[in-house]
């Protein structure tokens, strides 16, 4: 079945790079998503990626593909204390265009 | 700032009540998404309109229904509400046709006692 993994917390520390990890497992999903959720807030699209790229980056985000592991990174550089969040990836699973399937997202804590 | 606007932004019901939340769509977008999140969870799709009319539908029961109006706004009714159904219900737009980005409103949390 359709199924989106992530690791549950990552803690770093201000200035230095972030890296969070997701594993997939619809082959056929065509775009993979990064989205931002702040306290008591909706979710943010960070950013996305065509499943025939390998890399997409975008400012201090860098995005990693490995379709044939199935496997997604998001790198937030120089990450900054307003970068705490919980970061969700998702993938679309050839369904229809709305139908994203999320992983339980990544608590992201930044200290300074 | 997403342009995609839900109403209301908190709302207390008991159990057996029913509910209607609402949404306006970013403008130009044609399609739109309801998803429920539960505490400590990711988003799960509930189902998607396209011109007014269901156009996908995830694991959700019959008493999960909606409405998509001539102005791309739409609502999300539940009936005969359960203490389960207490999440943030989150409405995401989308222009069927482009690249296939979702922008989401900020929630309607949702409290069933």
């Known amino acids: 079945g359709e199924d989106v993994e992530q690791s549950l917390f990552l803690s770093v520390r201000e200035g230095d790079s972030s890296v969070i990890n997701c594993t997939y497992t619809?082959?056929?999903?065509?775009?993979l998503y990064w989205y931002k959720q702040e306290p008591g807030a909706g979710l943010q699209l960070l950013t996305y990626i065509f499943s025939n790229m390998d890399m997409k980056q975008d400012q201090r985000l860098t995005v990693l593909l490995n379709k044939k592991d199935k496997h997604l990174s998001l790198r937030i550089a120089d990450t900054q204390t307003g970068d705490s969040a919980i970061y969700f990836c998702a993938e679309n699973g050839g369904g229809s265009q709305g139908n994203l399937i999320f992983g339980k997202g990544t608590k992201l804590s930044v200290k300074p | 700032e997403t342009g995609v606007t839900q109403s209301p932004t908190h709302l207390i019901k008991t159990r057996g009540q029913q509910v209607t939340l609402r949404c306006s769509s970013q403008?130009?977008?044609?399609?739109v998404s309801w998803y429920q999140q539960a505490l400590g969870q990711g988003p799960q799709f509930i189902f998607q309109?396209?011109?007014?009319?269901?156009?996908g539908r995830g694991n959700f029961p019959p008493r999960f229904s909606g409405l998509q109006f001539p102005n791309y706004s739409s609502e999300l009714n539940v009936n005969a509400l359960e203490l389960d159904d207490s999440a943030l219900y989150l409405c995401?737009?989308?222009?069927?046709?482009?690249?296939?980005?979702?922008?989401f409103g900020s929630g309607t949390q949702l409290s069933v006692l």
């Open positions: 403008s130009g977008h044609n399609t």
């Open positions: 995401a737009s989308s222009f069927t046709g482009t690249d296939e980005k979702l922008f």
């Open positions: 309109y396209y011109r007014e009319e269901e156009n």
């Open positions: 619809d082959s056929s999903s065509t775009y």
